[in-house]
């Protein structure tokens, strides 16, 4: 069974790894970062990505403001310390029943007070699980927001590598024909084809520049993508194609998982689902909250006080002592408040309970979908292992054939086309097979930073 790391042990294995500097990167700065200019493996991405990328700064404040209701939610239980006072001037004269005796004209009171609820019909300890089952909440949707950015990181970074390799194809294939159309050019001046060769050369490498151009682009895009996934954002005047090395490469390591278990890790492991069954819980605890106002509400209520006397003019004689007692409050009827309360609150945590069963069975065809996926991803790179080898193979018999007048040129030309489409397909394979394992882990709830060693 995969263990769920938390937040804090991602940022320590960040820390202790190096890679995660010391200070957050400015969203925006005219002047590029230095890791830009640096090789960058994948680990070195996702732990920039945990300081920088705006989704993920921006569940930390949502868990921090989580944290702040934690708070409140607990103040219920926790003692109220309340100080009041006043002053008031007064020129009133009473004088009966005592003819010479005149109030004094100032008065004033100051207290100090403890008040204590013991008993709230079972709301205390409702809040205090409330309390504690909102934290982990709140930190299990942030593992959510963490994971989601993580893998957005990932896919981003097989993407630059695909268009990159993606690149060296077209280039590749672009340096085949410009060959063949020179050498058929020189052909041509020796009498040895027709000038119907020379235009078929020309016509196949004019078709395959563009598709050069258009994997440039790609690649551009692709890069920009992937540095707005790590919370960078580009100085005005950087340059249009921003250079930046990868060091990881697409690969095909092994990984075997039957889809049971892959459902079974997802029900146990997702933070998603995990979030939904605190908030069920909640819920609950809403329903013990609204019953509470069935119920009376006791204090303990304890203080020192002082204030001026009323028989005596002069505000310095003061009156003061310790105080203590204790208050039942109990509502008989509130004019169904508290029924509505309870209706509320039921229907919540059934649509809770609802919300639960859906997310299970959404997660369960996720798993579904990506495993299926991933499956034709491991098939389709299965199937192009030796294909480009033996495009390689085919092109260079082509070649040898027409040289020596037993083949045409159409043959050259379809075996260069054929190379590259097995060139290009088998770049694809493999960064299928990356992406949607990836998606498939991120289904099944293992956490990105668990397969940077693998």
Known sequence: MTRRLSVKTLVLMALAAGIWPAHAQR??????????????ALADAVNLALQQN????????????????????????????QATGGYQYSTEVETFPFPNFQAPVNTWNANLQLVQTIYQGGQINAALRSARLTKDQALLQYQTVVADSLLAVKIGYYDVLQTAEQVGVEEASVELLTKEAADQKRRFDAGTVPRFDVLRANVELANERPRLIHARNAYRVAKDNFLNQLGFRPPPRAAEDIPL?????????????????????????????????????????????????????????GGYGGRSSEFFSDPGYVIHGPSAGAQVSWSIFDGFLTKGKIEQATALHDGSRVDVENEER???????????????????????????EEAEEALRLAKARNEAGTGTQLDVLSAQTALTQARSTQVQALHDYDVTRARLERAMGINIMQTMGR
């Open 27 to 40: 969203p925006y700065t005219n002047q590029p970062p230095a890791w830009i200019a640096r090789p960058l």
């Open 245 to 301: 090395q990868l060091t990881d490469k697409l690969d095909a390591d092994p990984y075997e998982i039957e889809l049971p278990a892959a459902v079974a890790l997802a029900l146990a492991d997702r933070s998603e689902l995990a979030a939904l069954r605190k908030q069920e819980s909640l819920r609950a605890e809403g329903v013990i909250t609204a019953k509470s106002g069935y119920k009376p509400v006791v204090q303990f209520l």
């Open 362 to 388: 959404t997660i369960e065809l996720e798993v579904r979908t990506d495993y299926s996926n991933f499956t034709e991803a491991r098939e389709t790179l299965e199937s192009q292992k030796k294909v480009v």
């Open 54 to 81: 705006g989704a993920i700064r921006r569940g930390k404040s949502d868990l921090e403001a989580q944290y702040g209701l934690v708070m409140q939610t607990r103040a219920i239980a926790i003692p109220k310390l």
